[in-house]
């Protein structure tokens, strides 16, 4: 079964600093897709970026960029220039194709980011 | 291009009673997915559907069933309520081919009492 884990419960970061969130995933599936969704408090989950298993370059959305390395399997967030608006919890997600999995999303724990002014 | 549409965004209900939450999802999507978001669980998938078909669906009891209308708008309902169906109930759109492009909605908080 596949597994999402995000060992970083909160992190703490400075105004216009930079900040990795760590996510390390676990399938035996060869295509995959990996997530990050953003949710502050309203509840709305905000996708943020997203990385494919054949990708051979690492995802970027402006300030956001997904460290992807298949071998550890692991593929951290980063989030560059920090703003106060960033402060939220941050999901890591995968999907698998096909098998019997189907096209469901599974999560991690989730990082509370707080930015610090 | 409208989001991801849920109501209502807030609901109380009485531990024993049934309740149906709604999701539109993005125009020209074809798949929506149920998901559940509680302290203890964390995020929690319940089920999808694509072209009114439930296409997949997670580990929760019988009490917890959907249905997908021709225009891809969904109900999610539960009956019998525990007080440990307390949550948040997010809905997901998607074109439902692919890996990509889930846009989720804002949700709805579920109490029961």
């Known amino acids: 079964a596949q597994k999402i884990t995000q060992t970083q419960p909160g992190m703490f970061v400075q105004e216009k600093e930079a900040v990795t969130l760590d996510c390390t995933y676990d399938t035996s599936d060869q295509s995959y897709g990996l997530f990050w969704y953003k949710q502050p408090s309203s509840g709305e989950m905000i996708f943020l970026i997203y990385q494919g298993s054949y990708d051979e370059q690492n995802a970027t959305e402006g300030r956001y960029s997904l460290n992807f390395q298949k071998a550890r399997k692991s593929a951290n967030l980063v989030i560059s220039a920090s703003q106060l608006g960033d402060s939220a919890m941050y999901f890591c997600a995968m999907r698998e194709f096909g098998g019997t999995s189907g096209s469901r999303l599974t999560f991690g724990e989730g990082t509370q980011l707080t930015v610090n002014p | ?113």
């Open chain 2, 1 to 113: 291009k409208a989001g991801v549409t849920q109501t209502p965004r807030y609901l109380i209900k009485t531990r024993g009673q049934q309740v149906t939450l709604s999701c539109s999802p993005i125009s020209g999507h074809r798949s929506v997915s149920w998901y559940q978001q509680t302290p203890g669980q964390g995020l929690q998938f319940l089920f999808e559907y694509f072209s009114e078909t439930q296409r997949n669906k997670g580990n929760f009891p019988g009490r917890f069933s959907g249905r997908q209308f021709s225009n891809s708008r969904s109900e999610m309902n539960v009956s019998t309520l525990e007080l440990g169906d307390s949550a948040l109930y997010l809905c997901a759109s998607s074109s439902g081919v692919g890996l990509k492009g889930y846009t989720f909605g804002s949700g709805t908080r579920l109490t029961v009492v």
